[in-house]
């Protein structure tokens, strides 16, 4: 037999991931790309001497990235610098601002000024998200996630306490901190990846070990060097691309992907990887009695948030920012309820900023800042219009003028939007979603769509609908999962 053969539906990081390990391993691999490059949300904007990370702007959990490479006998520095940041990122409140410092007896510090006696038990958290994130990252994740029994391994049973699976987050950091400012500050990396704090397994307390031990960091030129990183290994490794290339639909006989039609051409693989949406490829790319789930199963699933961005470059550099900032300035509660009970437009939203010409002087003209601004909002919302947009533009900027003390909107001289309508139309994203599937309970591990078919037995699937979940590290990491999967099934 000669060399088996695998499309790749989509180049985002689970896609590139999966292309690179299935190369790895032998497999001769063809990515199919409907946008003009790689990255998939985390595409780059290039206008007017400008330059935007479309998508993810936060680099965490950088032992993941270096593991992806090393599993190629490469390393990061072969491909991107890294930087650390310091502060991590800033937080305004209502009257004021606390910068989250790298150093973490600078950080204990911080959590003392704010409640005493609060330091050692930072300690002791921290010791519990440890384990919990060496448990999440090294053994959950990489599992595929097709049935109990993968979890069954003593150290996971006896630890699936410890692994706190079944209390809530919110719970978990209330049992430490009293203070509202420091509770805030330990629900926001689950807030952002998609579920409210009281609805996220306390597993995710991992994510502070990722924040406060691991640190926040920038690749130089942006987040966009992974995306060229990865690429440029997948190249290496004999991977083929076709950008500007659609997949149209896949022909199924005997419960076998047969063949992948395109708008430009006809392929007939062994194999087919979906880094594309998982529920466009089940609903628009096959024929209904190949689809796994019913549409009452994805109506019923809950959502991470979508998200309100600008892409925003001023005429000025501001007088002290900061890479990351995070405007908790209005109560949490209501945003709250607008993105995951009661979904509709927020009325007054927190909000997140990059300025990452502060880090930079590469994405922006000499003199200049470029500044993207991001707003959780429901997925599946109608109504995006260019004036909502507009409103909310002016809404968050006019907020963020008044904790710098200075004017931004009559500095701005370039600016895109994207939201709900434009995740729809560039990504296929179900209900224009940005991070896919909430991490809720009902929606960890084995409760995920499955990364294989249950109907066509060489059809597999990659990326933020399927395990491990929302977020890049995990992408990655989902990747290599589903490549194993299919090797495994098919040899």
Sequence with gaps: ??????????????????ATFMAAN??????????DGPG????????????????????????????????????????YTLERLDPSYRIYWKDDHTDVPADYEALKNVFESLEPGSSSKLDAYLKGAAYKYDAGMNRLVYKPGRSLTEFMDWQTISGVFKLQVFSSIKKH?????????????????????????EDTPALYSLMNYADIKGG??????????VVEGMYRLAVEKGVKFHFNEAVTRIEV???????????????????????????FTEKNLLPAASRS????????????????????????????????????????????????????????PLFYVSVSSVSDDTVAPPGHEAIVFLVPVAAGLEGDTEELREKYFRMIAGRMEKHLGESILDAVVYKKTFSVSNFVSDYNSFRGNAYGLANTLG???????????????????????????????????????VAKQVIKVLG
């Design 293 to 348: 789930y019913s549409d009452s199963f994805w109506n019923n699933r809950v959502m991470a948030p979508s998200c309100l961005m600008y892409y925003v470059g001023l005429n000025k550099k501001l007088k002290q920012p900061v890479h990351h900032s995070l405007f908790f300035d209005v109560p949490f509660e209501q945003h709250g309820k607008e993105i995951y009970k009661q979904p509709r437009w927020p009325a007054e």
């Design 173 to 197: 950091i209330a049992r430490y901190f009293k203070h509202p400012k420091l509770k805030q500050m330990m629900e926001f990396p689950v807030l952002f990846l998609g579920a409210l704090p």
């Design 40 to 79: 998939g949300r985390a595409r780059q904007l290039k206008e007017q001497g400008f330059t935007f990370d479309m998508g993810p702007s936060f680099y965490w959990m950088p032992d993941v990235f270096e593991r992806y490479f090393n599993c190629f006998g490469k390393k990061v520095a072969d491909y």
């Design 253 to 279: 006989t005997n419960g076998n992907a047969e063949k992948v039609i395109t708008d430009k051409a006809l392929y007939q693989p062994d194999a087919v990887i979906s880094g594309a949406d998982y529920h």
């Design 443 to 481: 929606q960890t591990a084995i409760f995920r769509p499955a990364c294989q078919s249950k109907k066509v037995k060489n059809l597999f699937y990659t990326g933020q609908l399927t395990v491990p979940g929302p977020g890049v590290p995990p992408s990655l990491v989902s990747g290599e999962v």
């Design 26 to 35: 032998g497999w001769k691999v063809t990515v199919l790309e409907k946008n």
């Design 216 to 225: 926040t960091w920038y690749p130089q030129k942006g987040m966009y060097s």
């Design 1 to 18: 037999m000669g060399e088996k053969s695998v499309i790749v539906i989509g180049s985002g990081f689970a896609g590139l991931s999966a």
